[in-house]
């Protein structure tokens, strides 16, 4: 059985040395990094990052994989050979590992780097590099103070290459959500100060009926609504902090219940996750790092792979 075991061990080794786009692997104690095919760098639809270091049990064994586009971690993938350009099945891998707490630490960055090299490749020469996707209301006052402009500005989010991770490989998820929060702050600084316009009548005068039936409220509700980025409730749960004075805003509980439907006896599992993840990963994670979540934890569950879309701002 040991001898079996340490067979498709090193066939899953020689399988992703063989496929993947980016390869981070240990030797001599230290993890290196290298592009090993350019093809697949340059593919639209699939790729692989792959990390390969020891176990308590083996010298080598594949420790993580992220799929790029269409591939799937551990899933099978078309290899494309560099000589010629065709293209060659490589079957699934058998065997799963989790790297260590300090192999994360020490690798975290070059999955990151790997990322962003896969997504600046593939989208440089795109002609279109963000997609409007909401319209956020901003005001404009006048020099006197008298007159106040109401408008509203297109919210532009950054296209990109989009990536698969095990749902089991936490410390990568983990990182992810925060580093989409970074991404976002400032839709959620506009979200919140757009919010505190809206309910400036109602902190100044106060109201005399349910606050979900006021006219502001209702607006804020609809435009909530209507936010695909903001369906998610986690995210809805990130907003509130975006408020102006936080928690201590003078109207937060009404907002969070009524505008973002919080629950206050629960914490949504991708807040959890995030504020698990391991310190400082502003050092792990490059700024030019751009990512949005695609599917929720709930479908990634189903799936086994959470996917996010990443791009690399330069």
């Given at each position: 059985?040991?001898?079996?075991?340490?067979?498709?061990?090193?066939?899953?080794?020689a399988k992703v040395r063989k496929a993947a786009t980016v390869l981070i692997e240990e030797d001599g104690g230290q993890f290196g990094y290298q592009v090993?095919?350019?093809?697949?760098?340059?593919?639209?639809?699939?790729?692989?990052?792959?990390?390969?270091?020891?176990?308590?049990?083996?010298?080598?064994?594949?420790?993580?994989?992220?799929?790029?586009?269409?591939?799937?971690?551990?899933?099978?993938?078309?290899?494309?050979?560099?000589?010629?350009?065709?293209?060659?099945?490589?079957?699934?891998?058998?065997?799963?590992?989790?790297?260590?707490?300090d192999q994360y630490l020490e690798v975290a960055a070059l999955i990151f780097i790997g990322m962003g090299q896969v997504a600046y490749e593939r989208t440089?020469?795109?002609?279109?590099?963000?997609?409007?996707?909401?319209?956020?209301?901003?005001?404009?006052?006048?020099?006197?103070?008298?007159?106040?402009?109401?408008?509203?500005?297109?919210?532009?989010?950054?296209k990109g290459i989009r990536f698969s991770v095990s749902i089991g490989f936490a410390p990568l998820i983990a990182d992810l959500f925060w580093a989409e929060?970074?991404?976002?702050?400032?839709?959620?600084?506009?979200?919140?100060?757009?919010?505190?316009?809206?309910?400036?009548?109602?902190?100044?005068?106060?109201?005399?009926?349910?606050?979900?039936?006021?006219?502001?409220?209702?607006?804020?509700?609809?435009?909530?609504?209507?936010?695909?980025?903001?369906?998610?409730?986690?995210?809805?749960?990130?907003?509130?902090?975006?408020?102006?004075?936080?928690?201590?805003?003078?109207?937060?509980?009404?907002?969070?219940?009524?505008?973002?439907?919080?629950?206050?006896?629960?914490?949504?599992?991708?807040?959890?996750?995030?504020?698990?993840?391991?310190?400082?990963?502003?050092?792990?994670?490059?700024?030019?790092?751009?990512?949005?979540?695609?599917?929720?934890?709930?479908?990634?569950?189903?799936?086994?792979?959470?996917?996010?879309?990443?791009?690399?701002?330069?």
């Amino acid at each position: 059985m040991a001898r079996g075991l340490a067979a498709t061990v090193a066939a899953d080794v020689a399988k992703v040395r063989k496929a993947a786009t980016v390869l981070i692997e240990e030797d001599g104690g230290q993890f290196g990094y290298q592009v090993t095919n350019e093809a697949n760098m340059l593919s639209p639809q699939s790729g692989l990052i792959t990390v390969i270091g020891p176990t308590p049990d083996f010298d080598k064994a594949v420790l993580a994989e992220v799929g790029i586009g269409h591939t799937r971690p551990y899933g099978e993938m078309e290899h494309i050979r560099l000589e010629n350009g065709s293209k060659v099945s490589v079957e699934r891998r058998q065997t799963r590992f989790q790297m260590s707490v300090d192999q994360y630490l020490e690798v975290a960055a070059l999955i990151f780097i790997g990322m962003g090299q896969v997504a600046y490749e593939r989208t440089k020469k795109w002609r279109f590099t963000t997609w409007t996707n909401e319209k956020m209301p901003h005001t404009r006052s006048s020099k006197s103070g008298r007159k106040t402009v109401r408008y509203n500005k297109d919210y532009e989010m950054i296209k990109g290459i989009r990536f698969s991770v095990s749902i089991g490989f936490a410390p990568l998820i983990a990182d992810l959500f925060w580093a989409e929060k970074r991404s976002f702050r400032d839709y959620y600084v506009g979200l919140g100060k757009m919010i505190d316009m809206r309910l400036a009548p109602y902190r100044r005068n106060g109201y005399h009926r349910l606050f979900n039936t006021l006219l502001g409220a209702k607006d804020l509700i609809d435009i909530v609504e209507s936010r695909d980025f903001l369906k998610p409730a986690y995210r809805r749960f990130e907003a509130l902090e975006f408020l102006p004075k936080g928690d201590q805003h003078p109207l937060y509980y009404e907002v969070a219940k009524d505008v973002f439907g919080h629950d206050f006896f629960k914490v949504p599992e991708e807040i959890q996750i995030m504020k698990s993840s391991l310190p400082d990963p502003e050092e792990r994670i490059p700024r030019e790092i751009y990512c949005r979540g695609i599917n929720t934890l709930a479908e990634a569950k189903e799936k086994g792979h959470m996917v996010f879309e990443v791009s690399w701002r330069s």
